[in-house]
């Protein structure tokens, strides 16, 4: 069975209009999950503690599509071996 992880993390951006975090040591991971839906909700929840600081925001990505194992390794994974 594939995995469809899911990482929701977020933090205060530089400018709200960009996706540049101010401090990425201070990035809050609030965790992976298994599915979108249960990352949505994380996702969600997060947002929605923060809604007052518009230079605060959370992001959800798609762990599964990084890494496809069906799928030739890219030649810079190959610069390993």
């Given at each position: 069975?594939?995995?469809?992880l899911h990482l929701v993390?977020?933090?205060?951006?530089?400018?709200?209009?960009?996706n540049a975090f101010k401090?990425?040591?201070?990035?809050?991971?609030?965790?992976?999950?298994?599915?979108?839906?249960?990352?949505?909700?994380?996702?969600?929840?997060?947002?929605?503690?923060?809604?007052?600081?518009?230079?605060?925001?959370?992001?959800?990505?798609?762990?599964?599509?990084?890494?496809?194992?069906?799928?030739?390794?890219?030649?810079?994974?190959?610069?390993?071996?």
């Amino acid at each position: 069975m594939t995995q469809r992880l899911h990482l929701v993390f977020g933090g205060e951006l530089v400018d709200p209009t960009k996706n540049a975090f101010k401090d990425v040591d201070k990035i809050d991971v609030v965790g992976m999950f298994p599915n979108y839906k249960s990352a949505y909700d994380a996702w969600k929840n997060a947002a929605q503690r923060t809604v007052d600081d518009a230079h605060m925001r959370y992001f959800i990505a798609h762990i599964h599509r990084l890494r496809d194992e069906e799928t030739e390794a890219s030649p810079t994974e190959e610069l390993g071996s």
